[in-house]
Every structure is written in C-alpha cells, then in structure tokens.
C-alpha cells in the first residue's frame, strides 16, 4: 500500500564480496531510520544468500524479472513460486530492459504481473515512454496503455507502480519533478489513491530529495546509483516522510 519506497535494482552487477560488503555498508547508513521501505532487487544467482544476509534486517529484497509460467519445459526461467519459497517480497515486472532488449509484450508483462500476485509477491510494475513518444506527446498513452494491459488481467491490488522514463533510465538525464509528478498523478487515477508509485531513472543524491518532494512520488527505483552505498544511502535518506 502506499508509504515510502526506495529500492535498489542492481541489474546484473556484483559477486558476492561486493553485494556483502554494499549490503553491510547500507544496514550501517540506514541504520534506525524509519518512515521508508528499502528494498534491493539483486540477480537471480545471489537471491538466496543475500536473502540470508538480511534476515532480520530492515532490508527487503526482491528479483528482477519472473516466468510467466507456473512450470514446465522452459529453460533458463525462474518461476513466481520459486522465488515466493524463498520468502522473496518483490519482483520487478516489465522493466524497459526486459520490454526493449527482450521484447517483453504487454501481454507478457501482464501475465508475469499476474503469476507474482498469484504467488503472494509484490510486483513492481514499471512503465514508461521513450523520448520519441514524449517529444509526440504521447507519454499518457503510452503509460495509461502499459498499465491497462495489466488491470485488464488482474486487479492492482497493493503491487506499486513505477514510472520510469525510458529516456531517464541511465542516461543521467532525470525527468524534472513536475514532469514526474504529472504522469504520477495521471497513472494514480487509473489505480487508487493507496497505490505507492514510485519513480525511476538517474535518481541521485543530487535531485532525490525534490523528485521525493511532488505529491504523488512516493520513492524510487533506483539503477546505477544503488550500486554506491553513500549515494543509496542518502537516497533512501531522502525518502523518509
Ligand atoms: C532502473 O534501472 O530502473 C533505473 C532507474 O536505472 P538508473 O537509476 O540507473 O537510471
């Protein structure tokens, strides 16, 4: 439900020295901190250790993509119940990544977002328009289409919704607050006003606090910058109510 939320998505980087020594370094700066949610979403292969690593700990963790099957013959997938076994809390679904290099489909997405609600997960919706479909003005429908697929197939529920500009997502160039805030405001309408939705795309320590600052930002997924404890740290910092 909606409340702060600032997770880390660290894409396919790390091993299993720098995720212990990244995670120990943000326990220590989050330490006591309270009125935000962090999560990291980490790679497949590390999703069991870093779970041990933070249990107890006010660190949630997630993946990063999901099968839409339940099971079956598909090779190198993870499904939504293995990942629930493990205690996983969320999972990252329809990433412009996945839509653009892996040519997720809405339908696709949708579906995933499904098997992770069916599993009891929290899914992270992300959506998102590209900078040709701005300058075309047609970033709302380009957003509004992403989520319809999805409530189509399933209710929303308490999953949290991200937009994430596909022009913003490691370029460093950020959407500017009142450009997030209108399409945050745009997206909650479609969903409920309880709906956590937050933002992503070359979210620093630099620009954090007045992306955070709009009123319908509730957080951030946060890429390259989760990767740097200080920079996560003042982030997550820059999230509390
Ligand atoms: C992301 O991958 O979801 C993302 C927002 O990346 P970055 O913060 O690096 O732009």
Not at 141 to 167: D, I
Not at 173 to 198: D, G, M, Y
Request: some cysteine.
């Amino acid at each position: 439900m909606r409340g702060r939320l600032v997770a880390g998505n660290w894409k396919m980087h790390g091993n299993r020295a720098s995720n212990l020594a990244l995670l120990n370094s943000v326990l220590a700066g989050i330490a006591g901190l309270e009125g935000v949610t962090c999560a990291v979403c980490v790679p497949f292969p590390y999703l069991g250790e870093v779970a041990g690593q933070l249990k107890g700990t006010s660190i949630a963790w997630g993946a990063q993509n999901v099968s839409e099957h339940a099971q079956g013959a598909y090779t190198g997938e993870v499904s939504a119940a293995m990942l629930a076994e493990f205690g996983c809390r969320y999972v990252i679904v329809g990433h412009s990544e996945r839509r653009q290099l892996y040519g997720e489909s809405d339908a696709q997405v949708a579906a995933k977002f499904a098997a992770v609600m069916a599993a009891g997960m929290t899914p992270i919706l992300c959506v998102g328009e590209t900078l040709e479909e701005r300058d075309a003005a047609r970033t709302e429908a380009v957003v509004g289409r992403q989520l319809s697929k999805v409530l189509e197939k399933t209710s929303f529920g308490k999953a949290v919704l991200a937009y994430e500009p596909v022009w913003a997502i490691g370029t460093g160039r950020n959407a500017t607050p009142e450009q997030a805030q209108e399409v945050h405001a745009f997206l909650r309408r479609k969903v409920s006003p309880e709906t956590a939705v937050i933002y992503g795309g070359s979210v620093k320590p630099q620009n954090a606090a007045a992306i955070f600052a709009m009123p319908d930002v509730d957080g951030g997924l946060i890429g390259g910058a989760s990767l740097v404890a200080k920079d996560f740290i003042d982030i997550v910092k820059a999230a509390r109510t």
